[in-house]
């Protein structure tokens, strides 16, 4: 195998097993899937991580008798957010994301000791809600982020063939603040990672030689933990391979959220995950999990989970510099073997993993992106 297939076969490797996990059921009847939650931070708020900002948004799917059957998205719904004072929400249809649905309400953000519920109405007449939720009582403030340097075994091809590989990655976690209470608690992470790409022939000045990548199936990991009154202790969050990655060879950075969140979504979660885990490949997917909505009008199948969480989220950066050994960069060697001159050596934008961007995000006040000598 030359070196051109043996790159795309190492990079088919390690995004192949990050694709998104969509909701699905088992289809015994018609039925929608809703994705929604809100938290105490608002857009406003969201804007310092920094990040471009995060409206609070619900996602409807429908499903089918067929199984099999790719979710269908709904779209003209009427999708409303009301609390326990009358007040009421309206989400706005996303016209460019068929099925998505936004609270553009830049200071919204769900306060203490009032009750929130979702209602939904198809344009064929169906009509769901959930329960009333609250915030959770606890809340803890993210703490510190920090790695260790580790070694771990994965699976790569070479030569056509699978093999097991030592390579060097960190463990990435975060400082968890105990609560001085014997009381439950319950939490849960997500990532929104975002990483620099340079294409390693194109000249220095072209404007698509840097480009910012983003990508729902990158890091896109869930961790849950249930704290049970425990003092000061380290949440390991996710590994990050060092050898060998292409991500991290300029600049690598995640939104990480860390959501105080309810024991019914926490069941809820844990429960999607451990049927998704059951390590199958024929097995079926999650069906027959914890939800609090209802079909008020249908017999139609309603499943998700409507919550109301505390949030606290940062940026964490990453730079290869950090680590206590070298990483090689070699893409520009691999590129002199593969490029034809019209691909992602030299035009960034076509780079094969995730959406490239030639434009920084808003957030971006960084002056350059070579050598990263310039602080925020």
């Not at 091809?157 to 014997?182: C, M, Y």
């Not at 975002?194 to 961790?223: F, G, M, Q």
């Not at 849950?224 to 969050?237: C, I």
């Not at 606290?312 to 060697?333: C, G, H, I, M």
Request: charged residues 30%; glycine residues 6%; proline residues 4%.
């Amino acid at each position: 195998m030359n070196r051109k297939l043996i790159y795309i076969a190492v990079l088919c490797t390690f995004f192949a097993c990050n694709e998104k996990y969509d909701f699905n059921v088992e289809n015994e009847k018609e039925g929608i899937v809703v994705e929604a939650s809100i938290s105490d931070l608002s857009f406003m708020e969201s804007l310092q991580f920094p990040s471009e900002g995060r409206y609070f948004k619900v996602r409807l799917t429908k499903t089918t008798k067929v199984d099999n059957v790719r979710d269908e998205k709904i779209i003209g719904a009427q999708v409303s957010l009301i609390d326990e004072n009358g007040e009421r929400y309206t989400y706005t249809e996303a016209k460019e994301e068929p099925g998505f649905y936004y609270l553009r309400d830049e200071f919204f953000e769900a306060r203490p000791n009032l009750g929130y519920k979702l209602e939904i109405s198809l344009a064929t007449g169906q009509k769901f809600s959930s329960s009333w939720e609250h915030l959770p009582e606890v809340k803890s403030e993210m703490g510190d982020i920090h790695f260790d340097e580790i070694r771990k075994d994965i699976y790569k091809w070479e030569a056509g063939e699978r093999v097991i590989k030592n390579v060097r990655a960190i463990n990435v976690k975060t400082n968890v603040h105990g609560s001085g209470q014997e009381q439950k608690r319950f939490f849960r992470w997500t990532f929104e990672p975002i990483w620099v790409y340079v294409s390693a022939l194109a000249a220095r000045d072209s404007p698509v030689r840097y480009c910012w990548v983003t990508s729902p199936y990158v890091l896109n990991e869930i961790v849950l933990n249930e704290d049970k009154g425990k003092g000061e202790y380290d949440q390991e969050l996710f590994d990050l391979e060092t050898t060998g990655n292409e991500l991290i060879y300029h600049y690598y950075s995640a939104i990480i959220h860390q959501e105080s969140i309810s024991e019914g979504y926490y069941e809820f979660w844990l429960d999607f995950e451990e049927q998704k885990n059951k390590g199958g490949l024929y097995d079926k997917p999650p069906y027959g999990l914890p939800t609090n909505y209802i079909a008020e009008n249908s017999d139609w199948t309603v499943n998700g989970y409507f919550a109301v969480v505390s949030e606290s989220a940062v940026r964490w950066e990453f730079t290869k510099d950090q680590l206590s050994y070298p990483v090689e960069n070699n893409l520009k060697e691999i590129c002199e073997e593969i490029t034809d001159g019209s691909d992602q050596c030299v035009i960034c934008t076509v780079y094969n993993i995730g959406t490239p961007k030639a434009q920084p995000p808003s957030w971006w006040t960084r002056e350059t992106v070579e050598p990263f000598n310039v602080k925020y």
